[in-house]
């Protein structure tokens, strides 16, 4: 089972959060690191608000766009 953690961006749909997920990748040829962020609708019926630490996991599917789900609000 895939868990990210992330930070929430945006609350403004109904039940939905969207969550920023950053992440260290090294260059194959360079081998210099920088930041890679993608962003993703979560389904929140936790209500969590825009700053806080998330924890989501995959599930089915609840709309074109929504295949995650909020498990815990960490900070």
Known sequence: MK????KVVSNKMAKT???????????PLYLK?????KKYHVHDELGA???K??????TKPYSKLKKWKVVEVMK
Do not use: I, L
């Open 53 to 58: 630490v998330v924890k989501f996991v995959a």
């Open 17 to 27: 959060a969207t969550v920023e997920v950053e992440r260290m990748v090294v260059h």
């Open 33 to 37: 690191r920088y930041k890679m962020v």
């Open 49 to 51: 608000k825009v700053g």
């Open 3 to 6: 868990v990210f953690t992330g």
